[in-house]
């Protein structure tokens, strides 16, 4: 049943480059991307790997060659997961309808690579910790993935998820009867967790994912206005209190909660059964629980959560009755009924569901993909959330001054004209939570912003006119004033310049 999600899965990856940090890290793979405002430092680059390889994509065959790269990638991701879970047909339908909705999330990010690797701890690491193959090719596995790491810490900061669930591994897999396999264990785990001193910038490497966590969630007060103000680091929760993207939202919460809810449950039913020596379940159900949290936490945090939950999905069991198999239990064994939080289809006395419902179900899906399609561009750039004719505008008409623009658009501009120094981009590491402030200040102030450009000799403006248009004040400002004037505009994007530089 894995083999016929997978196709789906890449078919769904394929849509414009609608992230818009990807076009900073092809910019930053030719060299790293300077903005004429200051930068914290010390700076270290942690996403170098991943640049240089989509950079060689695009380079060989461009954008819609990327995003095909894109789709191959998820489809390795998800087949990872899912290898072997997917054992119903109402699995496929279920899986295949959460991806497709959840479709936007699949991007051509780090992230995708941080997916892949944890996709192949998840498969080889227990197989490590239970040591009962031949051990040329544990010693094999254990060297590769200590390779593999060394890469990973390059890539994202989400590195630390492989050593942390290497730790998570060998504690469920503890055998106090081995403790010669034990050590070695542990010494591979601590091994995983210095890779980032194997790189020069060693100790910076190492602490860029605490540093991360604390943007994300806003443990100190300078990152707070971080975790509060870029979209994808809010809580579903607040987004769907605020209603943006209100039924996404909605959803999201709902499979967090349903996949928190379970994986409680099997926790409760694995002590009342004293059945906690089911590692398989008891170490997977333990990363259902954190990506679960991870999700409720950040929206940005849910495409680590989906195949991890797709995977369970894939394992419940659903006869005549609510009753719910837990992976790797013998139902006969235990005297607790788990049951599902939700009863995903009414199924009468333990028959399946017929075939021609389940392709009725999926020809639905993929003819609202096929679409969607319809909609894209043939180039796969999305110009509706990167200024691409505001961009060859620009570069065809410099100026003399200093440029300021949307974060957003910061990365498309750096690629496409860097002789034009930018103001921002996407990188909000790299800029103090004092600054963010100020940034989002002048949407709300623009006096604040006249005054600024005045001081900081800035004569042209860029400003997205729909998707992330928190600047429609600044623009009416700009609009009145005598000394600006509107020298570009599309659907999309529009460009201020003073008339002075004219």
């Not at 333990?286 to 680590?304: D, H, K, M, S, Y």
């Amino acid at each position: 049943m894995t083999r016929l999600l997978i196709p789906l899965v890449v078919a769904f990856a394929i849509f414009p480059l609608t992230d818009t940090d990807i076009w900073w890290h092809l910019a930053c793979a030719r060299e790293w991307v300077t903005t004429w405002t200051p930068v914290r430092e010390p700076v270290v680059n942690v996403h170098e790997y991943f640049q240089q390889i989509v950079a060689f994509v695009f380079g060989l065959g461009g954008a819609p060659l990327l995003v095909a790269f894109k789709a191959l990638l998820w489809g390795a991701v998800f087949a990872l997961f899912l290898h072997g879970s997917l054992k119903k047909w109402i699995s496929v339908v279920v899986a295949a309808i959460l991806i497709f909705v959840f479709r936007y999330q699949l991007e051509m990010r780090p992230v995708v690579l941080s997916l892949l690797f944890l996709g192949i701890y998840w498969n080889v690491i227990p197989w490590l910790a239970m040591g009962y193959d031949d051990k040329k090719k544990q010693w094999a596995a254990a060297i590769g993935i200590l390779c593999l790491q060394w890469i990973w810490c390059k890539c994202q900061g989400l590195y630390i998820l492989g050593p942390i669930f290497a730790l998570a591994t060998i504690v469920v897999y503890f055998d106090r009867n081995n403790f010669d396999r034990l050590a070695l264990l542990a010494l591979f785990v601590l091994a995983l967790f210095g890779m980032p001193f194997l790189h020069r910038d060693g100790l910076l490497l190492a602490v860029y994912p605490f540093e991360l966590l604390n943007r994300l969630v806003g443990l100190s007060d300078s990152a707070t206005i971080f975790a509060k103000e870029i979209a994808e680091n809010r809580s579903p929760i607040t987004l769907l209190l605020e209603g943006e993207n209100f039924w996404t939202s909605l959803l999201m919460i709902a499979c967090a909660v349903a996949g928190l809810g379970y994986a409680i449950k099997q926790f409760v039913g694995m002590v009342r059964s004293k059945a906690l020596r089911n590692e398989e379940g008891l170490l997977k159900s333990v990363v259902l629980c954190t990506t679960a949290i991870l999700a409720l936490l950040a929206e940005r945090n849910f495409v680590l959560f989906l195949p991890v939950f797709l995977y369970f999905v894939g394992r419940l069991e659903i006869p005549g009755s609510s009753k719910v198999v837990i992976p790797g239990f013998d139902p006969a064994a235990t005297h607790l009924g788990i049951y599902s939080l939700v009863r995903l289809v009414p199924v009468g006395g333990g028959s399946p569901v017929p075939k021609y419902i389940v392709t009725i179900v999926l020809m639905f899906v993929l003819g609202l993909w096929g679409k969607s399609m319809q909609v894209y561009e043939k180039n796969l750039i999305s110009s509706q959330r990167v200024p691409v004719g505001a961009a060859a505008w620009m570069k065809e008409n410099p100026h003399e001054g200093r440029l300021f623009n949307d974060d957003r658009a910061g990365g498309f501009l750096a690629l496409t004209n860097p002789a034009d120094s930018i103001y921002i981009d996407g990188r909000f590491m790299l800029k103090t939570a004092e600054f963010f402030e100020q940034y989002l200040r002048f949407a709300k102030e623009p006096a604040q912003f006249l005054s600024y450009a005045e001081a900081e000799h800035i004569d042209r403006a860029i400003f997205p006119l729909k998707y992330y248009a928190r600047w429609g004040k600044l623009i009416q400002a700009l609009s009145n004033d005598s000394e600006w004037n509107l020298a570009y505009k599309d659907e999309y994007f529009c460009v201020f310049q003073k008339k002075s530089s004219l």
